[in-house]
């Protein structure tokens, strides 16, 4: 991920598509943002301008690469148990975590990341769409669930948030992606879908990532392989 995600259409995508959320958001001068599960750190290109970030993640490795890009502090933890304040900071990011197997529990997971969000603070999440989508892709990622966009919306009005977009992404690509994702199941060997692209298709790949990010700056989306959220702590 660390050596491709600067560059390779997938990541250069889901960080348009996470701008056009984060665009219509309001944040003070000086924001302080958390990055739940923040992996290599590729996702801060579209935070750093925002404020002060702080990153977060169970895994040693992950925070090794993300501390070359000096672009966040970085500390381990995890969900449901982060060790911050109460309402410590002004933006939360959850991208592509609820998912995982070691989140054990969404629900508290959710009310973890409300507590340690400032009143009027802002939270922004994605994450893997639709359980029949479910394949080996997700078991190489360690996976362990899908989610319905209202389920996302129940579970993050459920931990006292005010949603004020609920919307599925990867939209465009959805009648390729759905049923590659069905065809992989046959193949029965967990691993992942990112791999480096010849460069016309990266390019084009990134284009068409370029639009849906301007409709997503409009519209909620009907379908994709991903849903996505904005909610609030009011």
């Keep these: 991920m660390f050596a491709v995600e600067d560059r390779h259409w997938w990541f250069s995508g889901k960080r348009r598509l996470v701008r056009a959320l984060l665009d219509g958001i309001h944040l003070p001068a000086d924001a302080r943002i958390l990055d739940v599960g923040c992996g290599t750190g590729g996702m801060h290109a579209c935070l750093r ?41 002004d933006l939360v990011t959850v991208f592509d975590v609820l998912y995982h197997r070691r989140v054990e529990d969404v629900d508290r997971a959710a009310r973890e990341c409300f507590r340690v969000l400032r009143r009027g603070g802002a939270l922004v999440v994605t994450d893997s769409a ?47 992606a759905a049923p590659w994702r069905l065809l992989q199941r046959r193949s029965g060997d967990a691993h992942s879908d990112v791999s480096p692209a010849p460069p016309a298709i990266n390019r084009v790949l990134r284009a068409i990532y370029g639009l849906e990010a301007a409709l ?19």
């Design 49 to 89: 301008d925002l404020g002060r970030i702080v990153g977060v993640d169970a895994s040693d490795l992950a925070l090794s690469f993300a501390r070359r890009r000096g672009s966040a502090t970085l500390c381990r933890a995890m969900l449901p148990s982060l060790p911050f304040r109460d309402e410590s900071f």
């Design 216 to 234: 997503l700056r409009r519209v909620d989306l009907p379908i994709g392989t991903s849903v996505v959220a904005v909610a609030r702590r009011d």
């Design 130 to 176: 639709l359980r029949w989508l479910t394949g080996p892709h997700d078991v190489a990622m360690h996976g362990r669930r899908r989610f319905g966009r209202a389920e996302l919306r129940r579970i993050l009005t459920g931990a006292g948030f005010s949603v004020r977009r609920a919307s599925y992404a990867n939209f465009l690509l959805f009648p390729v």
